[in-house]
């Protein structure tokens, strides 16, 4: 782990009390507070952390308390400064007292006999009168000004003496800088996922196709924290993409970014805003498996309150947007999806919450109001710590969408059942397995004008087992893609149905701690009960190098 240091305390020397000329009778000293205290003395600021010297307040001179909370010691008698508070500390002929110019100052003298001293009054910190309030003293009215006249020169001096007396603020920041790189070389024998070639000759988009494909990843992570409440994130990430087949139609440059600033409340309320932005060909997760350049960013944010022990409520909401290069695509896909919600639930368990979730939500496509949609989830779910070995979250919905026109043969409201499963149990001390299940609706461009979406439903297994510096990796999936309305192609009408297969092997040796190995296997599949034009099988081998600093 790499730590920056850099600037961001303003310390103004904690030392310059001992600049006074000495004193004969008791001092005012800073003898607590809480994470940090800032104090405007006169003209100058001072930041006191835990790990610094003593501080004794100045005498004659206006204190102002900018944040934290003092607790000042002078002669036996402890008093108490807010944020907000201002004072003077006052000695004359031995005996220490404090003027308040604002806020209200608590007060216990050695007698015990607790006081406080509001603003205009003064307070005798030692003595036999310790603790005793009286009025303000009366302020002699100052002198008639004296008229000077201006020389230019002289106001020139003063204020070169003055820049010459300025002083560059000590400024410390704290910032977790990790960057990370990733080499990785696969042989795809399906780069295109498409059918085998038929017995007559004819293929499908361009054929099968194998190729090397060299990956490079190079990216950082930074953390930056403003307190211990505070925090500010950032990620970025460069993908550089080289095939060894047709590298001028394939080779890419993507690019990731996330920003995202969280604060800890101290009364359990957290929040977080997050910005995340993609450049990239990657296939968008629906029936396109073409590689086409796309934009996405996301912005959103979350609020989470747990007043009490029982009780926890949640809010949240988020912009994505979908932008392509590809004018066909554009016309069809570009939109923008607009979500909010809340969850409202209580602890089953210190670590377990059972919750009621609902959900608003509308989709805008650019091309045209007969794909826009509007919906309304509502739902119950359970996170958290199940058992001792059992870990995850499990919520079911009921979705009611309304599109603004009914496709051909089709409906303008829908409902569908919506599931989401993913747990995790510990079987062992090296060996993790992992659950998920989902039900989800997903938009689509295959046969538009009537069909808006598909239904896919999925189901995944997986096991990781650690033994000493090699980690074994299994995973398996499945998934079928429904199509609502029945579609016409090569002479055959019904509704398409997909079922996709997935399975893969893996190896990863660590090195050193921020060096590791791996080599894996990949196999997918796609029948499709509809037309043999959708089916594809692929094998994917990768041997991977990451540092991770």
Known sequence: MNRLGLALALLTAPGAASAQPPVDGPALLVIGFQDTLDLQVGGQLIHLKPDLPGYAIPRGVQVTVLQGDATLLSGGTTLRADQGDSFTYLLSDGRAEVLVHSGEMPVTPPSGAAAAATAGRIMALTGPDAGKVTGAPAVPAPPAAVAKEWDPLQAIAAGVSKLAEFKTPDMRYVIDLHPYYGLTQTYDDNIYLVPPDKADGSRVGGGVRGSWITTNVLGSKLAMPFSRRQRLELDYKAKLVNYTSQPRANNAVDQ??????????????????????????????????????????????????????????????????????????????????????????????????????????????????????????????????????????????????????????????????????????????????????????????????????????????????????????????????????????????????????????????????????????????????????????????????????
Not at 321 to 348: K, T
Not at 409 to 416: F, L, Q, S, Y
Not at 431 to 445: H, M
């Open 256 to 549: 990731y970014v996330d920003l995202a600033y969280a604060q800890t409340g101290r009364r359990g309320t957290d929040w977080r805003v997050w910005d995340s932005y993609k450049n990239t060909e990657d296939p968008a997760f629906s029936e396109l498996v073409a590689r086409q350049r796309r934009f996405e960013n996301e912005v959103g944010g979350r609020v989470s309150v747990a007043r009490s022990r029982l009780f926890v409520f949640g809010l949240d909401g988020r912009h994505r947007m979908h932008r392509y290069l590809n004018d066909a695509l554009a016309s069809s896909l570009n939109r923008y999806e607009l979500s909010a919600g809340f969850e409202a639930g209580i602890r089953l368990q210190p670590k377990t919450r059972l919750f009621l979730a609902y959900r608003r939500e509308a989709i805008h496509y650019s091309a045209g109001a007969q794909n826009h949609s509007k919906s309304h989830s509502a739902g119950a779910g359970i996170d958290g710590r199940l058992t001792s070995k059992l870990t995850g979250r499990a919520q079911a919905d009921l979705q009611f969408r309304r599109y603004d026109a009914a496709p051909a043969g089709g409906d303008k409201e829908i409902v569908n059942l919506l599931t989401s499963i993913r747990l995790g149990y510990k079987l062992a001390r090296r060996t993790d397995l992992r659950f998920s299940a989902a039900r989800s609706v997903q938009e689509t461009t295959f046969d538009a004008a009537r069909n808006r979406y598909y239904v896919a439903s999925s189901l995944g297994l997986g096991a990781t087992h650690d033994y000493r510096k090699l980690r074994l990796t299994a995973d398996g999936s499945f998934e079928t893609d429904r199509y609502p309305e029945a579609s016409t192609r090569g002479g055959k009408t019904a509704n398409r149905r997909d079922d996709v297969y997935s399975g893969s092997a893996g190896l990863a040796y660590k090195i050193r701690p921020w060096l590791n190995v791996g080599l894996s296997y990949q196999r997918l599949q796609r029948h499709s009960r509809f037309a043999d034009d959708f089916d594809y099988r692929d094998n994917r081998t990768s041997l991977t190098l990451n540092i991770a600093l």
